[in-house]
């Protein structure tokens, strides 16, 4: 069965502190990769997302990810965070049936 | 607007009550799935339906149930088995001919066991 794993439950950092949070899965085949986000209170929303071409995806908000297939890992970066960042941030990943299976989740909370 | 509609917002129960989660879509999606999420652990998938009149257990099945008798509704039923009910479910949608691969969340039930 497929899993996915983050790397750190909780992260604090200082505005303007790069952030980078791993994300690695464990399936053989074909996947699709995401990040979603939820801030306090709201619901999930789709940060960026993977399913080929350019391994460097970029998506909403300045985040990035990267996907390495060699390493089963798909890390999400952003060079200078914002105290608007403070959220919880979820891996997810598709195997080729569709099934998404999320990640436990790492919380971020940026300090002004 | 599509959209998932999941109702009610806020549920609680009696211990040794079933009680019933409703997720509708009419975004047309085939597959539905429902996942628990707890703090610290994430979402977790309890089941999920690729196609009506059929669904697959996810990873803690044990003490749900579920029904697809129409592409639109995929109802969780919380039976008096689950042991720990108390958390936020949440219902999603997908289809795979959506331009974004898009999956689509609900707002979320919260159960609470009194």
């Known amino acids: 069965a497929q899993s996915v794993s983050q790397h750190n439950h909780h992260v604090i950092l200082s505005e303007a502190a790069s952030l980078e949070l791993g994300c690695n899965y464990s399936y053989g085949g074909t996947v699709n990769l995401f990040w979603y986000v939820q801030y306090p209170g709201q619901h999930l929303q789709l940060l960026l997302k993977y399913f080929s071409g350019d391994p460097l995806v970029k998506g909403i908000k300045g985040f990035e990810a990267e996907f390495i297939k060699s390493k089963f890992s798909f890390n999400l970066r952003k060079p200078s965070v914002q105290w608007s960042d403070t959220a919880e941030y979820f891996c997810?990943?598709?195997?080729?049936?569709?099934?998404?299976?999320f990640g436990a989740g790492t919380q971020v909370v940026v300090t002004p | 607007d599509g959209g998932i509609t999941q109702s009610p917002k806020y549920l609680f129960r009696k211990e040794g009550q079933n009680v019933t989660l409703s997720c509708e879509q009419n975004?047309?999606?085939?597959?539905m799935y429902w996942y628990r999420q707890d703090p610290g652990q994430g979402l977790r998938l309890i089941y999920y339906?690729?196609?009506?009149?059929?669904?697959q257990k996810g990873d803690i099945a044990e003490g749900y149930s579920v029904s697809r008798e129409k592409k639109e509704s995929f109802p969780l039923t919380v039976t008096s088995a689950q042991k720990n009910p108390t958390a936020f479910y949440l219902c999603?949608?997908?289809?795979?001919?959506?331009?974004?691969?898009?999956?689509?969340f609900g707002s979320g039930t919260r159960l609470t066991v009194v």
């Open positions: 975004l047309n999606h085939d597959a």
């Open positions: 999603a949608s997908h289809s795979e001919g959506s331009s974004n691969y898009g999956y689509t």
């Open positions: 997810a990943v598709t195997d080729s049936w569709g099934k998404l299976q």
């Open positions: 339906s690729q196609i009506v009149n059929d669904f």
